[in-house]
């Protein structure tokens, strides 16, 4: 609606509210529209009334004389019904007039014909003549006969977010005052007052810029800023529908003459890098060196937007365009800020999802977004959050609600069977189908009449944020969760069913996986353990059982390091350079761990890794952080890093001997790694205790499989120490067995069931 207003209109009815919220008086009314237009002492419309003697001065304090002042401010700007007329009355006269906008005058006329209101009692309590003034103005040709405005093209393909403003389409800005005040100094310079706000994707760029907007309307600026307006520029806006050349040229040519034209207008482009190459087809000039020459000139205002990647790989290479800009760093606001932030905003997504949201939940939802969400970045990820756990309660339905669907489903069954019985002419069955409906209307309306009367709203609970945090990362919230925290209880015990042989590594493991998971860390870093042991002990299957119990399958990864024996194959973690093939679209492993933060990543036999993909480990272990070749950093905070090794086991020896052990591993991945592990376990070797265990869990496992084709088989001594023998477990450990039963056992039971056998002896 308040498009249709002037810039001094909108002022106006913003201040009105600014009016009412000082006087703190529950409603927005006539009085304070006509306070804020007292309050404009710029406007000629202002001047005639002060020949009338009515300043703002001296309304206010007639004002608050009659009505008095508040107790308490609302946070809700509502309007009078007699202001709503006043607004309508307003846009009814300008269209009769033909003006393209509505003005002050208009809004001043609107209340002045009304005849009544406080506005009007004010002034006859003034001993004023309000028939005089009305026809003063009304005849006065400088005051009533407001020049048309020109839309200019800009306006077509731009958003104005003054008008936003108005509109009331803007959330309030917390805690980025300071880069505020940067932005309002550069615009305020004489020279190279253009400034470009650098920060990552919803880090509030864009609410900085539209903050700024509502301080304009407000008048909250200094002198030079006052009456400006911003447009938000797309540059997809632009571009759109240039299909021969020359057209998107003359386009922006025609704009640029208007922003120079009309010195007023500061204009807003986000992602402000893709003017580089905007336009530029086959031999054409693209938008960035066609705004070059205006820039230099220093004939418009340009705030800009993006992120610094796009920064560096666009702007910053073409030195002219960057130069005429002035940098502002946005950076990621802290914990207690973004805090702060969502507990500003959480009146509004309360009144929107009608829902009660304590400051618990606030703290609850900055602290797991930011622990469980890295791809994105605060305010925005808390507020994403804050919006989803608010929609998913206002959408769960009460018992009320199930009833009221009930009865829903049961008046249409009626109302068609009624049709039908019509239809066939049974009209004493019609009858009876019509009072059914009567009756089912009657329960409907009054069930939706105590909905309306007595809806509560809903609160928001420590599990529904646990919930979406799940939906959005695949990740149990081990802190809230009760069956998240069983998880992480029966680790232990179900890593000892899975592994056999290694009970106190397993133990300590688990141990430390209870304390990480509920934050016992000074800060975050990296969990990193390193498993020594020879081959078939159960190194690699405790990795993927752990991984598999805590993350699930899909958080696995596994990089088997005798792929990585070259110095080229870092490209495989981090990509290949720029220049090189697969710079562009090559998946990463680094890419992989960003899509999973929350995983167990597993380099397997790490010995066979080249040096410099273990200096970037080392990396790894050392900062937890690791930068890919597009400068994307990629944390490890939350990534469980296990490493195997077979270093210190030779054929001729038994077992481990810790000198042994200490110089082959430190030999092999050096003193500076092996000291950034955080904890190395040595395994057991194979005992023969252990072995029966292993190969009669194996054959249960076979016996199981066969048991649902009819087949019922029993396994002899005799077998189980044969597979025993044949593995040859103190060599290989339990790395034979599944191919030992599958030479010796499988075939014998594979015959018997194509026999037709029911039950068999091995």
Request: glycine share 6%; hydrophobic share 40%.
């Amino acid at each position: 609606m308040f498009s249709r207003f002037s810039e001094e209109a909108q002022k106006a009815l913003i201040l009105a509210k600014k009016e009412m919220n000082n006087l703190r008086h529950p409603y927005v009314g006539s009085e304070h529209l006509f306070l804020s237009i007292l309050s404009m002492k710029d406007l000629e419309i202002t001047k005639v009334l002060a020949s009338y003697n009515i300043t703002y001065e001296v309304f206010k304090s007639e004002l608050i004389r009659i009505v008095g002042v508040g107790k308490n401010a609302n946070q809700w700007f509502l309007y009078t019904p007699l202001l709503k007329r006043v607004i309508e009355t307003a846009i009814l006269n300008s269209k009769e007039k033909g003006e393209v906008e509505v003005s002050v005058n208009e809004l001043l006329l609107a209340i002045l014909e009304e005849g009544e209101g406080v506005a009007i009692r004010l002034l006859i309590g003034l001993n004023i003549d309000v028939d005089e003034i009305y026809n003063s103005i009304s005849k006065d040709s400088k005051v009533s006969n407001k020049a048309i405005h020109k839309k200019l093209l800009v306006e077509d393909f731009a958003v104005n977010l003054n008008k936003k403003v108005v509109g009331n389409e803007v959330d309030p800005v917390i805690g980025r005052d300071d880069e505020i005040k940067s932005l309002i100094e550069i615009l305020c310079r004489r020279g190279k007052n253009n400034p470009l706000l650098i920060g990552e994707a919803g880090v509030g760029k864009t609410a900085i810029v539209e903050e700024l907007a509502r301080r304009i309307v407000e008048g909250n600026v200094p002198k030079p800023l006052k009456g400006k307006t911003i447009l938000s520029l797309p540059m997809a806006n632009l571009v759109a529908g240039t299909k021969y050349r020359g057209e998107f040229e003359e386009r922006v040519s025609k704009i640029l003459k208007e922003l120079e034209e009309n010195d007023d207008i500061i204009v807003f482009i986000d992602e402000v890098h893709t003017i580089v190459g905007a336009g530029g087809a086959e031999g054409a000039i693209d938008a960035s060196n066609i705004i070059k020459p205006a820039l230099a000139r220093g004939k418009i205002q340009l705030i800009g937007a993006t992120t610094t990647y796009e920064y560096h790989n666009f702007i910053e290479k073409d030195k002219a365009l960057n130069r005429r800009f002035q940098i502002i760093m946005i950076e990621e606001p802290t914990k207690d800020k973004t805090k702060e932030i969502l507990k500003k905003l959480k009146p509004l997504y309360e009144a929107y999802h009608f829902v009660s949201i304590s400051d618990d939940i606030i703290d609850l939802i900055v602290e797991l977004s930011s622990t469980y969400i890295y791809e994105y970045y605060q305010p925005d990820k808390s507020i994403d959050i804050l919006d989803e756990v608010c929609t998913k309660a206002s959408l769960l339905e009460s018992k009320n609600d199930t009833e009221l669907l009930k009865i829903n489903t049961k008046l249409q069954e009626v109302i068609s069977n009624k049709k039908k019985a019509i239809i066939k002419q049974d009209f004493d069955l019609a009858s009876t189908y019509k009072e059914k409906e009567k009756e089912l209307l009657t329960k409907k309306n009054e069930l939706e009449l105590n909905l309306m009367t007595k809806r509560k709203a809903k609160k928001i609970t420590k599990e529904m944020v646990a919930d979406v945090i799940y939906l959005k990362t695949k990740i149990p919230v081990y802190e809230i969760n009760k069956s998240s925290r069983k998880i992480i209880n029966d680790l232990d015990k179900n890593l000892k069913k899975a592994v056999l042989g290694q009970d106190e590594i397993i133990t300590d493991l688990c141990n430390r996986v209870k304390k990480v998971r509920l934050g016992f860390q000074e800060k975050p870093h990296i969990e990193s353990f390193l498993f020594c042991g020879r081959t078939g002990v159960g190194k690699t299957l405790l990795v993927k059982e752990f991984a598999k119990l805590l993350y699930g399958e899909s958080n696995f990864i596994r990089l088997d390091m005798s792929e990585y024996k070259e110095a080229h194959t870092v490209s495989k973690i981090i990509g290949s350079p720029p220049g090189y093939v697969g710079f562009d679209n090559h998946l990463t492993i680094l890419d992989t761990i960003r899509m999973h933060p929350h995983s167990v990543v597993l380099l397997d036999e790490i010995e066979k890794a080249s040096s410099e993909v273990m200096k970037l480990f080392l990396q790894v272990l050392d900062e937890g952080v690791l930068t890919d070749s597009r400068g994307r950093k990629v944390r490890f905070d939350n990534v469980f890093l296990f490493m195997t090794t077979n270093l210190g086991y030779s054929n001729d020896s038994i077992g481990f001997t810790d000198s042994k052990n200490n110089v082959d591993i430190e030999e092999f991945l050096g003193v500076e790694f092996v000291n950034r592990i955080g904890k190395i376990y040595y395994f057991n070797d194979i005992s023969s205790d252990v072995i029966h265990k292993i190969v009669e869990k194996r054959l249960n496992v076979l016996i199981e499989g066969f048991k649902k084709k009819d087949l019922k088989i029993k396994i002899s001594p005799t077998i189980v120490d044969k597979v025993i023998e044949e593995s040859n477990y103190e060599k290989f450990g339990a790395r034979r067995v599944d191919k030992v039963i599958d030479e010796v056992v499988t075939p014998i039971i594979v015959d018997a069931w194509y026999n037709g056998k029911k039950e068999i002896t091995v």
